[in-house]
């Protein structure tokens, strides 16, 4: 006695299970066991399987009898109609229809049927570039060299030695797929693939040209103008269309993306748009106050120190920083000032040191109230 197959068991599901579930669990396992995707030994008969299973499950009739009588298989005349899988291909292409018979749809997402296949775009190019930070502020000019796919100029890009040499494929009669009918379980299908001799072109070159050897394409080195825009900053990306690749049989090219890349500055921090730079002040300066020359990333400029100006105060220059990409706003620029302390005194410095210390008093020494501040607190 031949016991008949448990198709719950075969798709791992309970027999109250509805039909999105049975979809489910056979987009699951069918793409698991699928030929063209798993190659281990026992894959195609498994697949072929599932397939059996969810035909049955996933028909109401056959399913509801298969409930009733434990099998659907009456026979290619009987009620429920026979399942037969020889002649019928599991290749991708038929899963595709299976499913869609099936279920509706692609098991993989959008539509498995095979299509005609035009020329390719281009492919897109990278290039990385490094500027100082004088140039990213202002903007600049480089020339870059790119080696890519160019168009074959003697061909046009056709690939052909001449157009008499580009003939309709014979294999699909220039339609660029191939149609098969098959037998499956729901009767004669028809399954549209790719022709593979013309690749879903439609079109064979009979003979190629001999500067592309049939690409259409040839690879050259290009010297490119690129335009950096004041502004910029590590990881500005500049898209220059059509300076990609060429594409196949004269499609359309593809893209070149810069990646700009600034230099780090030997006086200049650069934060966003803003500039930040030490400078160092003498100690008469801070004390007295005066006007002084800065740098700034254009060249210099005048600022005024205020008498009794401390170590470390920073202060703002305003619109002396970056510009904004493609903007009308510009970055300030910071400036850190740091008192400087002589460090070799002749005697008579040193001696009008003492003098005006000695004049001061305890004006002059910030220990005294520091030390009072401790004592209040912890005393």
């Not at 191939?178 to 028809?190: A, S």
């Not at 090219?253 to 500039?275: A, C, E, T, W």
């Not at 005194?345 to 003492?354: I, P, R, T």
């Amino acid at each position: 006695m031949i016991m008949a197959k448990d198709y719950y068991k075969i798709l791992g599901v309970d027999k109250g299970a509805s039909r999105d579930d049975i979809k489910k669990a056979y987009k699951r396992l069918a793409k698991k066991y699928h030929p063209d995707i798993n190659k281990e030994d026992g894959a195609t008969d498994k697949f072929k399987e599932i397939n059996e299973a969810a035909a049955v499950l996933g028909d109401d009739q056959k399913r509801q009898q298969y409930d009733r009588f434990g099998t659907a298989d009456f026979g290619p005349g009987g009620p429920g109609g026979g399942f037969d899988f020889s002649g019928f291909d599991f290749g991708g292409g038929d899963f595709g229809d299976l499913f869609e018979s099936l279920f509706g749809g692609s098991p993989f997402g959008g539509n498995f049927r095979g299509r005609r296949r035009g020329p390719r775009r281009g492919a897109d190019l990278r290039y990385d570039i490094e500027v100082e930070l004088e140039d990213a502020v202002k903007g600049t000019e480089k020339h870059i060299n790119i080696p890519r796919y160019e168009t074959c100029t003697k061909c046009d890009g056709s690939g052909a030695a001449s157009s008499n040499d580009i003939t309709s494929c014979p294999e699909c009669n220039g339609a660029g797929m191939v149609t098969r009918t098959q037998r499956t379980p729901f009767g004669m299908f028809q399954t549209t693939t790719t022709c593979r001799r013309c690749h879903g072109e439609g079109k064979v070159i009979d003979k190629p040209c001999d500067e592309c050897d049939g690409a259409g394409r040839v690879e050259k080195e290009r010297k490119i103008r690129v335009e950096v825009p004041a502004g910029v900053e590590t990881g500005t990306t500049l898209r220059l269309p059509g300076e990609g690749e060429a594409g196949e049989k004269g499609a359309g090219k593809g893209d070149l993306y810069v990646v700009v890349h600034v230099s780090p500055h030997d006086i200049f921090d650069r934060k966003g748009n803003d500039l930040f730079v030490r400078v160092p002040i003498s100690f008469i300066t801070a004390t007295l106050g005066d006007t002084i020359d800065v740098p700034t990333i254009t060249g210099k400029a005048k600022l005024k120190i205020p008498a009794g100006t401390q170590s470390n105060t920073l202060f703002k220059m305003k619109d002396k920083g970056v510009p904004y990409i493609r903007g009308s706003s510009v970055g300030d620029q910071y400036v850190k000032v740091v008192v400087h302390t002589p460090q070799k005194l002749n005697k008579k410095q040193q001696s009008a040191l003492k003098s005006f210390a000695k004049e001061m008093g305890d004006k002059i020494s910030p220990q005294k109230s520091f030390l009072e501040k401790v004592k209040e607190k912890f005393v």
